[in-house]
């Protein structure tokens, strides 16, 4: 992708000066201009080109947050927040320069609640930072994006993982939080209830909104009860058809799966590689269940009926903790396992979500699409939400291969958008996806562009994300 085929946002170099000598003076060493450091604030995680903001703060406090939106609001500057940098679709890009909020300092626990179930974060928690937290309060915090996300940033991208099909994603998770908006006013969407009637869904506005329509400094989270038992295991599969219809099968029986990870026959090849796992290279389901010692045992043993009337297994699984962690710990890192496929290659991750009766038809002809285009990419596949993704690894110093590259994730958009589902289940739009939105919602693009001029009438809140410029 060329910097001019992103959205374009005009620099406004006059209000940028000014505003970089209103943060200095105010914060000292907490702002940051350095080239090294700029450039770690913007996208860096795939091919999209780096567009680096022109100054960092490292931010502490709510009222903090207010002070830098309002010296940017005053000089017409963009502002974009900053968790820990980990999406992929361009999102933290500074196209028209401006002010890079990092939240990582915004760090404090600020509440737990374990008889309600629930937490209130700072938005620079990390989820496994909150998780360590919670360990002896018998609670955990479910949403598990394959990075250590900060719990603003998932909850900005609307991220999910591999428990959302028995948890749900950062959607159903966040209960309220609190959000400096584009005139500095802060805005808490709701109280710790369960449940709400309370007027417009503010909450839900802003999880989703990519930093576009305020900056969360707070987060009241829903947590769960770390299971009494939790078994899981392997099943591999002639095709990927077979595996498709077991998770279907698994899902419509109303087995409560926990997790169900669908693995290509290419990404087992690299995670027995990277993460020594002993599996043929066919397509697996990587599988888990919570409950009781008795619940979890019978729906391991359910779920090996339906893979083998598909024609799948043997399914081994195992109740004992260390033999699970590695067979996760080897599916959360199948990023890193895929780039060992063509060493010196970058990946260009992107994801799809299609309803789960379309997933097996969505995947067999993404896979042969690979084949016939003469790629390298692995796909995964949070597959009990028909959620998948490819990893296509090229060659970044090749235009030709970035060109084959995006013209097979546009090929993927399209096809699940025709499928009735989405150009993404979960990673978001940032720039990468903008030019799909609108052939996926019509109209909708357009209610979307009246909520944000409502919102942000100067176009200052993470500015050349998610909307098209035009058209
Ligand atoms: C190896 C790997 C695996 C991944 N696996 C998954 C996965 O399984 N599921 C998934 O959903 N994602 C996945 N991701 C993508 C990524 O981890 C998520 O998008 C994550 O939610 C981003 O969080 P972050 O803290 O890195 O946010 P950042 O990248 O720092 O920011 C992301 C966006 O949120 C905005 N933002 C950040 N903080 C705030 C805030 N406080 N207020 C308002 N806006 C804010 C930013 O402006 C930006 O638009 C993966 C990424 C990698 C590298």
């Known amino acids: 992708m060329a910097l001019s085929d992103l959205n374009p946002v005009e620099r406004n170099e006059e209000g940028i000066a000014t505003v970089l000598g209103i943060l200095k003076q105010r914060f000292g ?14 996208h860096t995680t795939t091919y999209i080109p780096t567009q680096a903001p022109d100054g960092v703060v490292f931010a502490e406090t709510t009222p903090e947050v207010q002070e830098i939106v309002r010296a940017c609001a005053a000089h017409r500057v963009p502002v974009i927040a900053f968790g820990v940098g980990s999406s992929l679709e361009g999102h933290t890009n500074a196209p028209g320069g401006g002010i890079s909020i990092d939240t990582s300092r915004m760090n404090r626990i600020l509440s737990v609640n374990p008889q309600d179930l629930d937490c209130t974060v700072e938005p620079g928690v990390t989820r496994e930072d909150l998780n360590r937290h919670l360990r002896d309060t018998g609670l955990f915090f479910p949403i598990d994006p394959g990075a250590n996300a900060s719990l603003g940033g998932m909850a900005a991208t609307r991220a999910s993982g591999t428990n959302a ?41 802003l999880v989703g909104s990519e930093g576009t329509l305020g900056i969360i400094t707070a987060l009241t989270l829903r947590l769960q009860g770390i ?20 998770v279907i099968a698994t899902i ?10 669908l693995v290509n026959a290419l990404q087992m090849r690299a995670m027995k590689n990277y993460s020594k796992l002993d599996y043929p290279e066919s397509p697996c389901l990587f599988v888990e269940f919570h409950g009781s ?45 895929s780039l060992t496929l063509r060493p010196g290659a970058k990946g260009l991750s992107t994801d799809v979500c299609v309803p789960i009766s379309r997933l097996a038809e969505c995947v067999t002809e993404t896979e042969a699409d690979i084949a016939d285009m003469g790629l390298v990419a692995p796909i995964v596949g949070h597959a009990g939400d028909g959620n998948f993704h490819v990893l296509v690894l ?8 970035i060109a084959l590259a995006e013209k097979f994730v546009a090929r993927l958009n399209m096809r699940a958008i025709a499928m009735d589902g989405t150009c993404t289940g979960e990673h978001g739009i940032g720039q990468g996806k ?12 357009d209610v979307m562009r009246t909520i944000k001029q409502a919102l942000d009438p100067l176009n200052i809140m993470n500015p050349g994300k998610i909307l098209p410029a035009a058209g």
Request: glycine residues 12%.
């Open 29 to 42: 060493e907490r702002f940051q201009t350095g080239e090294a450091i700029r450039g770690q604030h913007a």
């Open 165 to 205: 099909v028995r948890y749900g994603t950062m959607r159903e998770n966040v209960l309220s939080l609190t959000a400096v908006m584009a005139d500095g006013e802060a805005v808490t969407t709701g109280k710790r209830a369960k449940k709400s009637s309370a007027g417009y869904d503010l909450t839900r506005l």
């Open 227 to 246: 299971p009494q038992a939790i078994s899981g295991g392997v099943c591999p599969f002639p095709s990927l058809e077979a595996a498709c219809n077991t």
């Open 252 to 261: 419509q029986m109303g087995i409560p799966v926990a997790r169900i990870e």
């Open 293 to 337: 010692d008795a619940g979890v045992a019978e729906q391991a043993e359910m779920f090996g009926m339906i893979a083998e009337e598909q024609g799948g297994g043997p399914f081994l699984w195992t109740s004992v903790a260390e033999e699970r962690t590695k067979l996760w710990k080897a599916r959360h890192d199948a990023y890193w396992s």
């Open 394 to 401: 090229m060659d970044l110093d090749n235009p030709e291969e």
């Open 434 to 445: 903008v030019g799909f939105l609108r052939h996926e919602l019509g109209h909708g693009v």
